[in-house]
């Protein structure tokens, strides 16, 4: 069921299919909840998946908060209350989804019951991406958002994805393609701002998943495993096949590797 949920501002479109546990899933940049269609799929036999569009993206509306990842898990925490009122959830996040989990749990420590963190980062930005990152919102508040859907995949995908899997890649470019641009600026403005989140790690005692495509250049398997070795509850898993997306690029192996760790 595709639904309009008030966080107070905004209204933010949310997917939300399945019963049992809820399960919050936060999509990556610049895409919006389409990514998890998959996971809508198959981990609704066994919990109430729940897949928002962030503020300013696909239906969701921009609203009037300054964006921030902060910001973005206070959303998500109105959100939750709005579905389950004071249950705690399991939430995953995927990359920016990630830092928008961690932020989550740095507020709203008694919100996450587990969590699910995928392909992301616990470091900020150092001084020359967070510039890159300037420099990019610039040219897309300028140009749109052409040429982040030209370039963009062959970053993101496994060169199989790329060669083999056409679905997926016509999937990415047509979430990318219909990304507002002054929204992409912003939010590329706002992981440039973004606080690190190493500190979290030592204090996360949820049970949690890290979980990393075997191929991800932005998030690389052993910047995540040290994720993974620094939270005393985590378990690591590779997926094997995957750029920074598997949850698109190797659903099977993916819903599979997320089901065990949530009915573990
Ligand atoms: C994402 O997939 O959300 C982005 O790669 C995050 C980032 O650019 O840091």
Known sequence: MLTRISIGDAELSTQVRGEGDPLLLIH?????????????????????????????????????????MAQAARDLDRLAAALVGDQPIQVGGLSMGGYVAFEMVRQFPQRVSRLILADTRAIADDASTARARRITAASIREKGVVSLAADMPAKLLHPFTMESKPEVLRSLRRMIEMANPEIVAEYLEAMARRRSSEDLLGQISVPTLVVCGSHDVISTPTEMRQIASRIATASFELIEGAGHLPPMEQPGPFNQIVNAFLTG
């Open 28 to 68: 990556g940049f610049p895409l919006n909840h389409a990514m998890w269609e998959a996971q809508l799929e198959s981990l609704s036999r066994t919990c109430r998946v729940i897949a928002p569009d962030l503020r300013g993206w696909g239906d969701s509306d921009r609203g009037s908060e300054e964006i921030s």
